[in-house]
């Protein structure tokens, strides 16, 4: 054996002590890894890609349907879950969800003529005077400011 009792208890701190470092410093990556933060401020693009997507499959999902009407064994109609449901605030819900698709669509649309605004030359310049001569959003700068804000 060799070693003294100080000997053992000074490699034991020794190796306690870089236990404890390579514990903080896993904790540290594992945060890093699950921020959604820092993956919008790295891949805002694809991030705002996936938004915008997401958006329209689960439009796509929830999307108006016709059902077949069922009918009583008198044959008269039975009411739709929506016809029953309409005083209880389906159609505010169903406007709101209108507004925030709007919302994510003006999103990606301003986010997206930025990020051509950086990668093509004279782009920003060119929109703004087409969008002039269409009578364009008057509200392109408060768009951005939002986004980038």
């Given at each position: 054996?060799?070693?003294?009792t100080s000997?053992?208890?000074?490699?034991?701190?020794?190796?306690?002590?870089?236990?404890?470092?390579?514990?903080?410093?896993?904790?540290?990556?594992?945060?890093?890894?699950?921020?959604?933060?820092?993956?919008?401020?790295?891949?805002?693009?694809?991030?705002?890609?996936?938004?915008?997507?997401?958006?329209?499959?689960?439009?796509?999902?929830?999307?108006?349907?016709?059902?077949?009407?069922?009918?009583?064994?008198?044959?008269?109609?039975?009411?739709?879950?929506?016809?029953?449901?309409?005083?209880?605030?389906?159609?505010?819900?169903l406007e709101?969800?209108?507004?925030?698709?709007?919302?994510?669509?003006?999103?990606?649309?301003?986010?997206?003529?930025?990020?051509?605004?950086?990668?093509?030359?004279?782009?920003?310049?060119?929109?703004?005077?087409?969008?002039?001569?269409?009578?364009?959003?008057?509200?392109?700068?408060?768009?951005?400011?939002?986004?980038?804000?």
């Open positions: 054996m060799g070693e003294t000997q053992i208890e000074s490699h034991i701190e020794n190796k306690r002590a870089d236990l404890h470092s390579n514990l903080n410093e896993l904790q540290s990556k594992v945060k890093s890894a699950t921020d959604w933060r820092q993956y919008f401020q790295k891949y805002t693009g694809t991030m705002v890609a996936a938004a915008f997507g997401g958006g329209i499959l689960i439009s796509a999902l929830a999307g108006k349907k016709s059902p077949t009407p069922v009918t009583t064994s008198s044959g008269s109609p039975v009411p739709s879950v929506t016809q029953r449901s309409e005083g209880n605030g389906t159609h505010e819900i709101t969800w209108d507004t925030i698709k709007t919302a994510l669509v003006g999103v990606a649309a301003t986010k997206f003529k930025g990020m051509l605004g950086e990668v093509v030359p004279g782009f920003s310049e060119h929109l703004t005077k087409t969008e002039a001569k269409k009578g364009g959003p008057s509200n392109v700068r408060s768009a951005e400011t939002i986004v980038e804000g």
